[in-house]
């Protein structure tokens, strides 16, 4: 349970964070593309643990429906948002009306949102694939640059909303606790989306940077605290510590990007040339 609650990098949480801090393109790329794998994963993780709390047990070919039916979803809401989606922003484009497109766009997102929610899935899943069809009009710089301000808007009330679910007193009571689990989190994810990246062929330098912006936690670590802590009935103690990590973490996310340059340029002077060599062929081919 602990393991899963660490393991999920929050998708607002470094989207804030970027920015704040200038980052390299492939860097951004790789990390949205691990945020939203890990949000994958967390909805089949969500499905497995509430099987559990409720009792129940958890089979290959029960998960494996889940993951099917997952799959599905996504393949029908890609094929059916292509036909539709483009067509429908570059219609509205067409007006030259910049309050028009920015409603539409908003309006695709939250649909989105909810069909993904009332399907049983992450909202943020939804609102990823909205914002890939909308990007495939060739409208998306343009649309980007006009929601920069909702963008901003809902940040805040995201960082207020997760502010307000903290309790101090548990939290000073537990401080070894929490002190414990943030170092868990940020050194493990330096070092485990570090050393995947370098498998997959990316650069050292590249693969620093990543592991260090997903130093952090975020919305479904807050979900599977919830379910596990309620059905052993260790809520405010569980639920509570997860959310003090993710504030303190998301905190420490812009520091960490900042502080992944130096690192980085460290790494490429003292990296054996012959190895760097080897990770750069690896990534151009």
Request: glycine share 10%.
């Amino acid at each position: 349970m602990t393991g899963a609650i660490l393991s999920i990098s929050g998708i607002v949480i470094v989207a804030k964070a970027f920015e704040e801090a200038r980052v390299d393109p492939r860097v951004r790329e790789l990390v949205f593309g691990v945020v939203l794998c890990e949000d994958v994963i967390a909805i089949l993780l969500l499905a497995v643990l509430i099987t559990i709390a409720n009792g129940g047990a958890v089979s290959f070919s029960a998960l494996s429906i889940d993951v099917g039916l997952l799959s599905s979803f996504i393949i029908v809401l890609i094929a059916i948002g292509f036909i539709t989606i483009p067509y429908v922003v570059r219609g509205v484009a067409r007006f030259k009306r910049p309050e028009t497109l920015l409603i539409t766009s908003l309006g695709l997102c939250f649909a989105f949102a909810m069909i993904a929610e009332r399907a049983g899935y992450s909202v943020v899943l939804g609102a990823f694939l909205a914002g890939s069809l909308v990007a495939e009009s060739g409208h998306g710089a343009e649309i980007e640059k006009l929601i920069v301000p909702i963008r901003h808007v809902f940040g805040a009330i995201f960082f207020v909303a997760v502010g307000m679910l903290i309790d101090p007193q548990l939290l000073a009571r537990y401080w070894p606790a929490l002190a414990v689990l943030v170092a868990v989190v940020v050194a493990g994810k330096i070092v485990s989306v570090s050393l995947a990246s370098i498998v997959i062929g990316e650069r050292p330098d590249t693969a620093l940077k990543t592991g260090f912006a997903m130093a952090q936690i975020g919305v479904f670590s807050f979900l599977i605290a919830e379910v596990g802590s309620g059905a052993g009935g260790t809520r405010s103690f569980l639920y509570t510590l997860a959310v003090g990590v993710s504030a303190t973490t998301a905190f420490r996310c812009p520091l960490l990007i900042r502080a992944s340059n130096p690192a980085a340029d460290w790494i490429d002077r003292h990296l054996p040339r012959q190895s760097g060599v080897r990770f750069l062929d690896m990534a151009d081919g």
